[in-house]
């Protein structure tokens, strides 16, 4: 049987990553969750995740701070990103895609289901 | 006063007026509430959903509604502060910080963090209009229950600043310190009007933006003061001259 596949969601809304957290969890996914950039990057050391779900206005910094951060290193460079943000709108996956930015996912008109099709869509 | 070392800011100096970039910030800020309660519906619809679960969601529902509500209702406010008269009259801002700490009670409650009065035996009085103190004081209190660590309480304090016969408000919290770029960050996004959304971290500073507004009505100003472990946003009214008869 194969390992779990291991999610960082970094979300600091606590009630909507809870919900994110349920629906990942649901999903079959490990689930580690952030508040902000610098416990995230605490976590990527500890979890080791196979993808990193990112809102990008995040208390403190904005997910670009995290991203520039990530890429300095080869292997949490690697790492692919999901942006799941209420800004999804203002952003294109082609201008993101140089910070390892695989799917991006509008948390405004998302369905859960969008989430977890996000995250499988990386392992394919 | 803690031995903290404390960085001061001023953060009404230079504000201007509201323009059309109002209208993004405002827009922006409302999404992040309405995208929660329409995701919690969601869960909600799941029949799995277990009575007590269902009550949590809906109670979650309601304190982020209220909170989108707080919003909007001072973004109108703000707008009618030029044609509007407000009295003002002397104040015991503890009675205010009071109230607010009753009606935010639940809401801090359901994100594991309290709200406190740090009573005076001595009640310190001020000028001020009643309904915009109050939206000034429910604004920090907002913002402290974002960046306050869970399990820790948020302290309303109000004291005599030595200069200029001024009351200070202040909503202290306790949460990871503000690296200095964070702060410098803070500080150009509260000299400014509200600035893009890709230039801002988290907020846009619209609900600060808004209580500077307020102050400047009342003839105060708002700052804020950096701690090794949190920061205080206050506002500072005049003293009302009644404190000479106390």
């Known amino acids: 049987m194969s390992e779990l596949k291991t999610v960082l969601l970094v979300e600091d809304d606590p009630w909507l990553a809870e919900l994110e957290v349920g629906v990942l969890q649901n999903a079959g996914y490990k689930v580690a969750h952030s508040p902000h950039a610098p416990s995230a990057i605490v976590a990527i050391d500890e979890v080791h995740p196979d993808v990193i779900v990112l809102d990008v206005?995040?208390?403190?910094?904005?997910?670009f701070a995290l991203l520039h951060e990530l890429q300095s290193y080869g292997?949490?460079?690697?790492?692919?990103?999901i942006l799941c943000t209420n800004m999804a709108?203002?952003?294109?996956?082609?201008?993101?895609?140089?910070?390892?930015?695989?799917?991006?996912?509008?948390?405004?008109?998302?369905?859960?289901?969008?989430l977890v099709a996000a995250v499988r869509s990386v392992f394919l | 006063m803690s031995a903290d070392r404390e960085e001061h800011e001023d953060l009404g100096t230079d504000l201007h007026i509201y323009d059309v970039s109002s209208l993004t910030a405002a827009a922006h800020?409302?999404?992040?509430?309405?995208?929660?309660?329409r995701q919690i519906a969601l869960r909600l619809e799941d029949e799995n959903v277990t009575p007590a679960e269902r009550q949590r969601l809906l109670s979650q529902i309601t304190l982020t509604s209220e909170r989108a509500l707080r919003l909007t209702s001072d973004l109108t406010k703000s707008a009618r502060l030029e044609d509007a008269l407000f009295e003002l009259e002397p104040i015991n801002p503890e009675q205010i910080c009071r109230?607010?700490?009753?009606?935010?009670?639940?809401l801090f409650s359901a994100h594991q963090r309290e709200l406190a009065v740090v009573h005076r035996s001595h009640p310190l009085l001020l000028v001020a209009n009643r309904d915009l103190l109050r939206r000034i004081i429910m604004n920090f209190s907002d913002n402290a229950l974002h960046y306050s660590q869970p399990g820790t309480v948020v302290h309303l304090q109000i004291q005599a600043l030595k200069r200029g016969?001024?009351?200070?408000?202040?909503?202290r919290d306790y949460g990871p310190a503000l690296s200095s770029d964070m702060w410098r960050t803070l500080r150009k996004k509260l000299a400014n009007s509200p600035?893009?959304?890709h230039a801002r971290p988290q907020s846009s500073g619209l609900g600060l933006f808004i209580a500077s507004q307020f102050a400047d009505a009342m003839n105060g100003r708002i700052g804020a003061t950096r701690h090794r472990d949190g920061a205080t946003f206050y506002v500072e009214l005049q003293a009302s001259q009644q404190l000479s008869l106390l």
């Open chain 1, 57 to 63: 206005l995040l208390t403190g910094s904005t997910a």
């Open chain 1, 75 to 81: 292997d949490t460079g690697a790492v692919p990103i």
């Open chain 1, 89 to 114: 709108e203002a952003l294109s996956l082609e201008d993101v895609a140089r910070y390892g930015v695989k799917r991006i996912v509008d948390k405004t008109t998302m369905h859960p289901d969008d």
């Open chain 2, 29 to 37: 800020e409302l999404k992040a509430p309405l995208a929660l309660v």
């Open chain 2, 99 to 106: 109230d607010i700490v009753s009606e935010l009670a639940p």
């Open chain 2, 165 to 171: 016969g001024m009351i200070r408000v202040g909503v």
């Open chain 2, 195 to 197: 600035q893009s959304i």
